[in-house]
């Protein structure tokens, strides 16, 4: 993994420093920005990536769309559009959604412990993925997706098990009742 910087924030995502990414991911994790990214084609599906069996971890785990960090200097819609073309070759219109602190486990020693904004965006093609980001991708409704979690839990990244409630509310209160 090449020397990429992480933004350093406090619990109210303020600013505090920078940290080397693999770093900031041991001896318990450093609070730090981060996004994921939820893409819904027009059915109300959101697409999901499999992760790239190489990725330092979650490696092969189902997430959502995009999940990743911005770099120093670099607001997170940026982000957000600079890591929708390198992970999986598209870009499309964004927006936050809601943000939220968390911890989690992600095996070898390493803690995600992250400041993420959640972003929503809209999509109707196939993406061109990127190899050594992303094995696989699919549609799924966010009930299916749910379900699936709840089943499965081993096979989802622990990100999208900890936030999907929270994106099934905010999709539901900003697109009322519809296919999920």
Known sequence: MPDINVILVDTEDNEIGTEEKLRAHQNGGKLHRALSVFVFNSKGQTMIQRRALTKYHSA???ANTVCS??????????????????????????REAFDFPYRA???HGLTEHEYDHVLFGSYEGKPKLNAEEVMDWKWVGLEELRKGIRSDPDSYAPWLRLMINKVIEERSAANGPGPS
């Open 60 to 62: 092969g785990q189902w």
């Open 69 to 94: 960090h911005p770099y120093p200097g670099e607001n997170v819609l940026a982000a957000a559009h600079r890591r929708l073309m390198e992970e999986m070759g598209f870009d499309c219109e964004i």
């Open 105 to 107: 486990d992600v095996g």
